[in-house]
């Protein structure tokens, strides 16, 4: 596939996203039966007539679910629907129990509002088109052939504990203006969606398990332009860093195309993590008409004003303010805020805070020692395995002088292996720094002995030189001590 | 040789309520009555072919325990003991549900629908499943997959449909209740025709929670019964709200038993629909219907003329909506997760077993609706068809609501003729069709509405149903008409009209 170079992409074409984010929120049962919806369970083992779609079944709706809706609406600045309807989705699909899927169509539960997200320092407003209720669909495992898909599988297999789990979608309207910001835009915007969600308590908003799922649509126009051009859907983009990576193919994919003097089609397309590139998924050629029509099994939903309004009052507050707020209380510097926000880690270091580190020792070990992680696994910095709770743990060892900062990324270490608490580590791995004075004396004697030049130098006054003989020290202890009172004692003895 | 003369007729001609009294008092018990119906059904099934399934062993345990319950001063339901028959669409645990459909054969429900739940819970005794028209469409049940059913009356004839089944058995004395289900008048039609009673309850006002759907909007379970009070005495016992069915109405369950019991309808209102009647209608159904209605003035109610000008687009409508949900209601049926799966040879893909499952499993008329209801419903001619009779629908309820507003209940013919012939109609779907003129618009409504015997009509001998309608949750009205007219009705005859049944059983 070719592409464009992302600059000279840029210079010919202006971006427009749409993005459209799945959130599986966190109620304990299902969006139409009581079933269970917590993951990872045995296949087909929360499951009942109703989510198995057996005849003569019937949904009913999960209260709790609503509830989140309209949360999440009115968190996105949405208006509430006074009155609306689920719909029916028809197609047939083996991991869509009922070959419908119930979803709302013109009818949904928020719409027409808008959020903000910071980027550089800079504030981006996104249009919300609507959000609205529906079921998740079972799992399908394709065994066998090339691809994963159904297409050439030798079979397949059906998990329908996930068919039934509330899913809320939220759609913006289309994204203009963000140029070559476009897949940092589209980041940004998903990163601020998952912290929000996070803070509404609706969803666990974990991509890589799939409750957070976001399919991105792309289309380029050529500068100046502003009639939209033909857009393609991404789909199977499954974390923070791929939305970004994904967008940005998309872009110089799609204007190699237009250069050459080609047409985009439209389609769904797949991203695949690890090439990084984009393949087409259904065309749409085929697309299917979904003979959507109001659901007849359930009756509207008429949310009562006062409802709306309490809910309103449980609603944290917006996500600017609350940045704005959280960088006077940390006292980060400008650039410091601008890093932690791009790096997704405003809610990491809220909690490692409210854990009990200080907030610049939460910044450091967020955007150092768990980001390296993060980049060479190519996952977000929640998907690490390291928690808000153990991070404060590992800095409270270091405060207590158990361990210093380099003997704590061996920590860091042990606990992403699954090696047990920062504790644990610190005791399996022996990292505790050595606070017996005789052996280190013994280290300090032999280091002096060993370098009777640099002894000289530091005598003749060149106390930089003393660095060395600590550097020495430190060795024989395996990095397991104090380097102040290492100096503190070669002084003692030299001077 | 007549019904009288038939074996067991002591007990089997009994209705529901003298019944129940005995088993309470123990003067018969339930498994002496649920044995002599079964032994009615051996007798006689075989040319009424009432019964998809007889669940002969399990009926009488469970009378055993009925009995043991009683025997033990337990308190019991109101119908304990009474044997009855379950139309084929309703899921009841361990018992194949086949919805009249080769798609779904052997299937066997892993749950209770909550009306079989609640006829258990008020130790009522299940006999078995009866034959339908395939998921519910027809008027005969000559589309059933499994073979028709037919008519006590004349079994040349239909016994209606799709709850012919349900008719049947109750009319032929192989159980003295039934429960049938009414998506355009699926339990009316079949009572009109045999003589029997059907109650279609007001949508909303009994559970469709293991109703195997056709069209969600319209389907409503309720009773047949061989009298009003029994009639009564079971929609009391299945009615009532269900939180698993969204559409089930939070209410109390009108007093349809001191309705039936009071049988009054001195000074009631009663509307005749101009538009039910005229041409298209059998002189003798109109002859008995308009006696029935003068009966009724005799009896001290006021007659009134009202038009429902909208119900002539009724047939039209309800062929647009029913067929629209249908289309999806049946999409389930895949192969993927239960009953039959054809074509599946390890090559094939699951869309082409699905296709070939759904090609050899579903019948004619079934696929005719499904492909009507996805066109009606595809995008381009959404808002012609189905959005249309959406609006249309709003124009029959308004109907309704005006009609209301100057009568307590309005009355019709059931239907506009008489049993017909197996094999008359099965080429000519809108002649089929035309014989849920009279009941479809209560459908699209959802208001109550219910057939009763009126006599048998002079030219043919055969049974003419009487409708009334009444404004939703007014269910009582129904029986307070249906107890006054038959009450009248079996003193000027001498007993129930059903005493003229020619018995099947002579008729092997």
Known sequence: MTVLPYADALAAYDPVLGLEVHVELNTTSKMFCGCSTAFGAEPNTQVCPVCLGLPGSLPAVNAKAVESAIRIGLALNCTIAEWCRFARKNYFYPDMPKNYQISQYDEPIAYDGWTEVVLDGEIYRIGIERAHMEEDTGKSLHVGGATGRIHGADYSLLDYNRSGVPLIEIVTKPVEGTGAKAPEVARAYVTMLRDLLRTLGVSDVRMEQGSLRCDANVSLRPVGRSTFGTRTETKNVNSLRSVERAVRYEITRQAAILASGGRVTQETRHWHEDSGITTPGRNKETAEDYRYFPEPDLVPIAPSREWVEELHATLPEPPTARLKRVRAEWGFSELEMRDVVSAGAVNAIEATVAAGATPQSARKWWLTEIARHANEEGVDLEAVGVTPQQVAEIQALVENGTINDKLARQVFEGVIAGEGSPAEVVTARKLAIVSDEGALAAAVNEAINANPDIVDKIKSGKVQATGALIGSVMKQMRGQADAARVREMILEKIG | ?508
């Not at chain 2, 293991?210 to 299945?238: E, F, K, M, N």
Request: one cysteine or more; charged letters at 20%; glycine letters at 10%.
């Open chain 2, 1 to 508: 040789m007549t019904l009288a003369e038939a074996p067991n007729a002591e007990t089997i001609r009994q209705t529901a309520v003298d019944l129940a009294t005995k088993i309470k008092s123990g003067e018969l018990s339930a498994v002496e009555v649920t044995r002599s119906h079964l032994d009615r059904i051996a007798e006689v099934d075989g040319e009424i072919h009432a019964f998809l399934y007889v669940d002969g062993e399990r009926a009488l345990a469970s009378a055993a325990r009925v009995d043991a319950k009683i025997a033990a001063g337990e308190p019991v339901g109101p119908l304990a003991g009474v044997p009855l028959a379950l139309k084929d669409i309703l899921t009841y645990t361990g018992a194949p549900t086949t919805c009249g459909s080769k798609i779904l054969e052997g299937w066997l429900p892993p749950y209770d629908a909550t009306v079989t739940r609640r006829l258990l819970d008020h130790d009522m005794v299940i006999l078995g499943k009866t034959n339908l028209d395939e998921f519910a469409m027809g008027s005969s049940t000559e589309n059933s997959a499994y073979g028709p059913t037919r008519n006590p009356w004349d079994t040349s004839r239909i016994p209606g449909g799709s709850g012919g089944g349900s008719a049947a058995a109750v009319a032929a004395f192989e159980a003295p209740l039934a429960i049938g289900t009414d998506t355009g008048g699926s339990i009316r039609q079949p009572a009109a025709v045999t003589g029997t009673v059907g109650v279609k309850p007001t949508y909303g006002g009994s559970s469709r929670y293991g109703l195997v759907a056709l069209a969600s909007s319209l389907d409503q379970p309720g009773p047949c019964a061989r009298s009003v009070l029994d009639a009564a005495l079971l929609h009391q016992v299945i009615a009532g709200h269900d939180p698993c069915d969204s559409t089930s109405i939070d209410q109390p369950v009108p007093d349809v038993v001191t309705a039936a019991r009071s049988a009054d309808v001195s000074r009631m209102k009663i509307g005749v629909v101009t538009e039910l009647g005229g041409e298209g209608y059998a002189p003798g159904v109109e002859q008995r219907f308009n006696e029935a209605v003068e009966l009724l003035a005799s009896l001290g109610a006021e007659i009134i003329e009202v038009s429902c000008p909208h119900f002539v687009y009724a047939l039209p409508t309800y062929y647009l909506i029913l067929p629209a949900e249908c289309s999806s209601n049946l999409a389930k049926f895949d192969a993927m997760r239960f009953g039959l799966r054809v074509g599946d040879d390890g090559f094939a893909s699951a869309e082409q077993v699905m296709a070939a499952t759904r090609e050899a499993g579903f019948g004619a008329e079934v696929k005719r609706r499904i492909i009507i209801g996805t066109y009606a419903l595809s995008s381009g001619y959404y808002e012609a068809y189905y959005g249309q009779a959406q609006k249309v629908r709003t124009l029959i309820s308004r109907d309704f609501d005006q009609a209301f507003s100057q009568a307590d209940v309005l009355v019709s013919p059931s239907t506009p003729i008489t049993a017909f012939k197996i094999g008359e109609k099965v080429d000519d779907p809108l002649a089929m069709y035309r014989n849920d003129l009279c009941t479809i618009p209560s459908n699209l409504a959802g208001n109550a509405s219910a057939s009763f015997p009126v006599g048998l009509a002079p030219e043919d001998g055969l049974p003419v149903g009487f409708q009334v309608m009444a404004p939703p949750l007014a269910d009582d009205r129904l029986y307070r008409v249906g107890g006054a007219l038959e009450a009248a009705l079996h003193s000027a005859w001498n007993g129930p009209l059903l005493d003229r049944l020619p018995d099947p059983g002579a008729l092997r």
